[in-house]
């Protein structure tokens, strides 16, 4: 298609050829003379109205940018307002929780940190990042990883090794069968070394190449301030370290299997021996007997970690984990208690 301008100059080029055919006859001549005026102003108007329609589009392309302009102007403000409404929200619901919890307790532990599990949101810390061992808590770990590899009905024979261990032992014996479970579980439940070897011995072949996997594990789950050497959480070489963070991080992955929360949940099992002797085992968390939400999970001491719980409850369909380290003999069963009791109650 031609346009306007275009075509108005074809008729023009007609008309010249005409004018020239028809040199020498005077009323042909003016004619055509006549003809060449109507196309130029022909011409003349097809050049305005195109320039006329050029104005009013560049006109309405300035019009529809600034309607773009102003809506998206728009669009900032109510985006700026939801989050101030959201931000109220969320000041109006932390006040609301203040006032439900009431002042904090008062707590001797130094490294401390509460959490929500399913979110991980933190209600309240204390040198949470605080590089330390952190003793027999660490076999939350050992646990998770005894777990995920599976099939826990399978047979474990005891082998030396398994039995060369510092206390505390609940006195394997080479040659001896227990299914991994039953083992998983009397290490929850009395948290005995010599298990924690057998598991893991059993699981990677050795102490060394289990540690291999502890450590690859929690730098999957991202954790840069942790770093194991054994399973069960005592001194060893390289020094092993981690924070009440990461150990919180731990603890909210073993509370996902069901597995380990039927198991620490537990305040005491009958270990049966394979000459058919039954050894019962006490929770070493005290904190099951005297708090009746709370469902959990795993206790340590050492020197360099202080007395350790990691405790676990429910209640009202809230979930916490509470984790205390270098904490005192009576003062870790009291401050966990206390911080568990403070953070289900909104």
């Known amino acids: 298609m031609f346009s306007l301008r275009a075509r108005a100059a074809i008729v023009l080029c007609a008309v010249s050829s005409l004018f020239l055919a028809s040199c020498g006859d005077p009323e042909k001549e003016a004619r055509l003379q006549w003809r060449e005026e109507e196309v130029n102003a022909k011409e003349s108007d097809l050049v305005r109205r195109e320039q006329a329609v050029i104005a009013e589009r560049g006109k309405a392309e300035t019009q529809m940018a600034f309607a773009l302009q102003r809506e998206q102007q728009a669009e900032k403000l109510r985006a700026e307002l939801n989050a101030e409404i ?34 991980g949101d933190v209600l309240w810390e204390k040198n949470a990042d605080k590089r330390a061992p952190i003793a027999s808590t660490q076999k939350l770990l050992t646990a998770l990883l005894i777990v995920e590899a599976g099939d826990l009905d399978k047979i474990v024979t005891i082998e030396l090794s398994d039995t060369q261990c510092p206390p505390v032992r609940i006195g394997l014996k080479v040659g001896e069968t227990y299914t991994r479970r039953a083992l998983l579980t009397a290490l929850m439940v009395k948290s005995s070394n010599d298990i924690a070897q057998a598991l893991a011995r059993d699981n990677a072949g050795s102490i060394e190449a289990f540690a291999q996997k502890m450590n690859a594990r929690v730098a999957q789950m991202g954790l840069e301030n942790s770093r194991f050497s054994n399973p069960h959480g005592l001194p060893a070489e390289p020094e092993q370290y981690s924070t009440a963070r990461d150990l919180a991080r731990i603890a909210s992955a073993t509370d996902l299997l069901p597995d380990i929360r039927k198991i620490v949940k537990l305040k005491s099992y009958v270990f049966e021996k394979p000459d058919k002797k039954n050894i019962i085992l006490e929770n070493t968390n005290r904190v099951l007997r005297t708090c009746s939400y709370c469902d959990g999970m795993k206790t340590g001491y050492t020197q360099l970690a202080g007395y350790c719980l990691v405790a676990s409850g429910e209640k009202n369909g809230k979930r916490r984990i509470v984790v205390v380290l270098n904490g005192t003999s009576n003062g870790v069963w009291k401050d966990a208690e206390a911080l568990l009791e403070w953070a289900l109650k909104a």
């Not at 929200?89 to 532990?109: C, Q, V």
């Open 86 to 119: 959201e931000k109220t929200k969320r000041i109006r619901r932390e006040l609301e929780i203040k006032e439900l919890r009431g002042p904090l307790p008062a707590i001797t532990a130094e490294r401390v940190i509460i959490i929500e599990p399913q979110t």
